[in-house]
């Protein structure tokens, strides 16, 4: 079984429509973080979260939001879904290390805003 | 400027041929650095990780980081058709209260056969 899973795997909405995404690990892992990548950008971060109670903004965080359940789960929503928000989306995980941030990823969504 | 930067590519190389991957980056608190490999249609997964300067090697991968010049590289030797791929360099400060990594743009490698 995978170690960081994300549903959906694909998804198409159209404009204005609320969208959430979802994130699991059975790494038990406290740090959780949601990227989306876009050609030519690379990964860029949305939010990120060291532990239940522990949320923070990343580089592109306006239009979207994040609920950390539980220490296994982590979503993603967009509010009111926008065409420049189709993007390829990770979920990623990382253990509390100080000597490393090595982060592991989930399989991603395709999302698609018509 | 971006904090990191890395040629997207493309990149095509016959079977066989010694593959150089780089980045380069600005901020000089970064100490860790790795490099993903990510398949069409894939999460992004580890490949290598190196802590400040100097080489790592594993199988067909050596990794390279020259703090002085604040840049690094990924060599594959006898690069194979399974080795296409995206490579993403990424770094990080290391400090526990932040755990962010920044990341390259990647750069698209083909292995002809």
């Known amino acids: 079984d995978a170690d960081v899973t994300q549903t959906p795997r694909n998804r198409i909405t159209k404009t204005g429509k609320r969208i959430m995404l979802e994130c699991s690990q059975t790494k038990g892992h406290d740090r959780m973080y949601w990227y989306r990548q876009d050609p030519g950008l690379g990964l860029r971060l949305i939010y990120y979260s060291f532990d239940v109670k522990d949320i923070n903004k990343g580089e592109i965080s306006d239009g979207y939001s994040v609920s950390r359940q539980a220490q296994a789960k982590f979503s993603l929503s967009l509010e009111s879904a926008i065409p420049n928000q189709t993007a390829l989306y990770f979920c990623?995980?990382?253990?509390?290390?100080?000597?490393?941030?090595?982060?592991?990823f989930g399989p991603g969504t395709r999302l698609t805003v018509l | 400027q971006k904090e990191v930067e890395q040629d997207p590519g493309p990149l095509s190389v016959p079977e066989g041929a010694i593959v150089s991957l780089n980045c380069t980056y600005s901020?000089?608190?970064?100490?860790?650095f790795m490099w993903y490999r990510q398949y069409s249609r894939k999460g992004p997964e580890l490949l290598m990780y190196t802590y400040s300067s100097g080489n790592k090697e594993d199988g067909r991968f050596t990794a390279q980081v020259d703090k002085s010049s604040k840049y690094i590289s990924l060599f594959i030797r006898d690069s194979q058709p399974s080795d296409s791929a995206t490579y993403l360099c990424?770094?990080?400060?290391?400090?526990?209260?932040?755990?962010?990594?920044?990341f390259g743009q990647g750069t698209t490698l083909q292995v002809k056969p």
């Open positions: 990424a770094m990080s400060a290391g400090s526990s209260n932040t755990g962010k990594l920044i």
């Open positions: 990623a995980t990382s253990g509390r290390q100080i000597s490393t941030d090595t982060q592991y």
């Open positions: 901020n000089s608190a970064f100490q860790y």
